[in-house]
DNA sequence: GCCAACGTTGGC
DNA sequence: GCCAACGTTGGC
């Protein structure tokens, strides 16, 4: 059975465009340097598990598509690039400390889900995204969360 | 193991 | 740009 998932990426970095201009509109979700968000990439997010993408830092932070995840995690190669700026000097090779996931876009929302909306809606009280001070940026969504969300998102039926 | 200092995230 | 919340580092 699969899970779901919220994805956060600043779009002045990655967004949503950039994904949908990714050659088959898939991209290596690399540079995650957290434990926590480590910990799920690694161990839990799986094959066909369903990742809302959340743009942060954007005015206002919104829900603005759905992916999927076409890879499990792997070791996140950028940790061992010198010139990437996640390099990691500490991390052996033979043991690897950060992981990436592949994920695959599925669709732009008809509108995004913006924060101050998923705030105010029922079934969302739990979410983590909504927690005071949550910066985790790879967080687990709950079965109902994700269909308020992509109800919100103007998607219909299905999995998004 | 404690905790102060520091750096980062991310909403506003 | 501000600042609260959080994570990490490093001295002790």
């Given amino acids: 059975m ?16 950039d ?15 957290n434990y926590q968000a480590r910990n799920f990439l690694r161990d839990d997010v799986r094959v066909g598990d369903g990742v809302l993408f959340y743009h942060s830092q954007s005015r206002p932070p919104a829900v603005v598509g759905t992916a999927e995840v076409v890879r499990a995690g792997y070791p996140d190669p950028t940790q061992f690039d010198r010139r990437d ?3 990691d000097p500490g991390s052996p090779p033979g043991d690897p ?10 669709k732009r929302l008809a509108r995004p889900a ?5 705030r105010g809606t029922p ?7 909504l927690r005071k001070g949550s910066r985790l940026s ?14 919100l998102g103007g998607v219909r039926g299905g999995l998004g």
């Fill in 2 to 17: 699969s899970r779901y998932w919220l994805f956060k990426s600043d779009p002045a970095t990655f967004g949503l465009e």
């Fill in 19 to 33: 994904l949908e201009r990714s050659p088959g509109r898939t991209t290596c979700w690399d540079g995650v340097r």
């Fill in 85 to 87: 700026p996640g390099h």
């Fill in 97 to 106: 400390r950060w992981y990436a996931v592949d994920i695959r876009l599925r």
């Fill in 114 to 118: 913006e924060l101050p909306e998923l």
């Fill in 123 to 129: 079934g969302l009280e739990e979410m983590l995204l």
């Fill in 138 to 151: 790879i967080q687990p969504v709950t079965a109902g969360e994700w269909r308020i969300v992509l109800r």
